[in-house]
């Protein structure tokens, strides 16, 4: 059965000239169903996970009753993770190409305060933003919201296992009652329910079909013993030699032992938890996206809002405790068009987990020995990406193209070694071919970027 197309939809003619340009024509399943509901201005609560066009969804749903001729906050979205923040500013630019001069801002912790404030008394269309960064801007009167008429709260489930359930509380009590909540999350436990019943008015509810293809996703599950479950991470990279690998643990200790073990092997891995500074979590995401770590070790939460094109594979390094949770993470891998591959670790006392995993995917989970698994030859795991950190970002006006001119130019690199560029505030990320690391940073640094000479060190 073919999916219904954005053109059955009561859309402005821009916006869906918009749409088609943008290679938008059938509406995926959660859009199919959302959609109609939203665009009625009906309330709404989606399950839905990351990759399965929610975004698009909800963004159509607040270009097309916004108002250009105001500069008031008429819609904002509440998001877990700065990253996710920027993704569905990004997301929401893109839909709103064909409107005229839609702003969107973007408020989040982890960045100064003083320029968001001169943002926002030129006056934004839509607020993306983090609950924690978003509650001080309305406590200090630099955001006003009393005009809003769209609220949506993405990845709520994560919003709350992140402990904003009273952030998110004090900010809709500040908006309209009269207003449209929609609410995206991609497990619906207690406390959604909870959260729904305060603030939402008759709530539609839709769910897209989470579970995943067989054919793009293969699952593996291995029982061992709780004092094996590290040993087993090392002997299921060795066999499997990921270049692009997520471990997933429950504990930020835990985390931290598996980092200790796999760095002391020789293989590349880094720990991604809810204690690291902004600018931290910034440099080892921008690692992992570039190809220059192979293992990013995170709990459930800090891992939210993760986004990598294509991950070889998720390891399980304890089964989560639900089993929504599990389809989540096991979703990570082979998207786009890429198989990928996800290995779960079951300890005895995990068993229940196990049949709960079993009974939401309604087949028998496929059981291998890991004694079977072979060792390939070869070095440990290296990522064939290095990555060079440049003291210097966006607020020194720097470009990827500054970056990308002075590897290509004086530095005598071929393009095709460059990998990824991310530019933050104060610092960016270049990746190089591991072979030409060492010249690359030596160039640079007696060299100069955009006309200045940069200190530039090697990650």
Known sequence: MSSPAFSSLPLSAALLSNLESLGYTQMTPIQAQSLPVMLKGMDLIAQAKTGSGKTAA?????????????FGCQAL?????????????????????????????????????????????????IIVGTPGRVQEHLRKGTLKID???????????????MGFYDSITEIIDQA????????????YPAAIKQLAARFMRDPQQVR????HDDAQIEQRFYEIAPEQRLEAVARLLGAFRPESCVAFCF???QCQELVEKLTGLGISAMALNGDLEQRDRDQVLAMFANRSLSVLVATDVAARGLDIEALDMVINVELARDAEIHIHR?????????????????????????????????????????????????APLQPPMVTLCIAAGRKDKLRPGDILGALTGDAGIAGTQVGKIAIFDFQAYVAVERD????????????????????????
């Open 58 to 70: 909800f963004a159509i749903a607040l270009l097309e009753p916004l108002n250009p001729r105001w």
């Open 77 to 125: 979205v509440l998001c877990p993770t700065r990253e996710l923040a920027d993704q569905v500013a990004k997301e929401i630019r893109r839909l709103a190409r064909g409107a005229d001069n839609i702003k969107v801002l973007t408020l989040c912790g982890g960045v100064s305060f003083g320029p968001q404030v001169a943002s926002l008394e030129h006056g934004a269309h």
């Open 147 to 161: 005009g809003l008429r769209n609220l949506v709260l993405d990845e709520a489930d994560r919003m709350l296992d």
């Open 176 to 187: 309209p009652g009269k207003r449209q909540t929609l609410l995206f999350s991609a497990t």
């Open 208 to 211: 897209a079909e989470a579970l």
């Open 251 to 253: 504990t930020k200790q």
């Open 330 to 378: 096991v979703g990570r891998t082979g998207r786009a068009g890429h198989k990928g591959l996800a290995v779960s670790l079951v300890a005895p006392a995990e068993a229940h987990r196990a049949q709960a995993i079993e009974a939401l995917q309604q087949a028998p989970l496929n059981w291998l020995p890991l004694g079977n698994l072979k060792p390939l030859a070869g």
């Open 436 to 459: 030409v690391a060492r010249q690359a940073l030596q160039r640079l640094n007696q060299g100069r970027i955009k006309g200045r000479a940069l200190k530039v060190r090697m990650l």
